[in-house]
């Protein structure tokens, strides 16, 4: 969620450093965030407190939240240009919808071909 925030983060790579367009603010994002920080231990004093993770009312949210965080990076790339970072971020993005909507072993697998350079990734004007 850092990656793609409205505003550059300060800690943190964001996605306009490789090619990607400024993401616009939306509800969406501000919600998706809130609902991380309300359920991961932070440092400071609420680390004391045990947080099941994930617990039973958030499960099935969490594919909701991997599909926004791709739909996101996708929807802050150009649509046109040849740079490779692009097309790899395009490309894996899509290869992530699609695991998320498929979870089979084929999918998984293209996953893990493209992360080991093993997958031609096209840039979109080659």
């Given at each position: 969620m850092e990656f793609t925030?409205?505003?550059?983060p300060?800690?943190a790579?964001?996605?306009?450093e490789?090619g990607?367009?400024?993401p ?7 919600d998706?965030?809130k609902?991380?920080?309300a ?5 400071g004093p609420?680390r004391?407190r045990d947080?099941p993770?994930p617990d039973?009312?958030v ?6 939240l991997a599909k ?5 990076i996708?929807?802050s790339?150009?649509?046109s240009?040849n740079?490779i970072?692009?097309?790899?971020m ?9 695991y ?9 697998s293209q ?6 350079n093993?997958?031609p990734i ?5």
């Open positions: 925030k409205p505003l550059r300060s800690n790579l964001w996605i306009t490789v990607g367009n400024t616009t603010p939306d509800t969406r994002h501000r998706w965030v609902f991380i920080n359920r991961v231990t932070h440092l609420d004391l947080r993770w039973e009312d499960a099935g949210r969490l594919i909701d926004y965080a791709l739909d996101r996708k929807s790339l150009p649509q240009g740079d970072h692009v097309a790899v395009d490309a894996l993005a899509n290869l992530g919808l699609a998320l909507d498929t979870r089979d072993e084929l999918t998984l996953i893990a071909d493209a992360i080991n093993r997958l096209q840039t979109p004007d080659a």
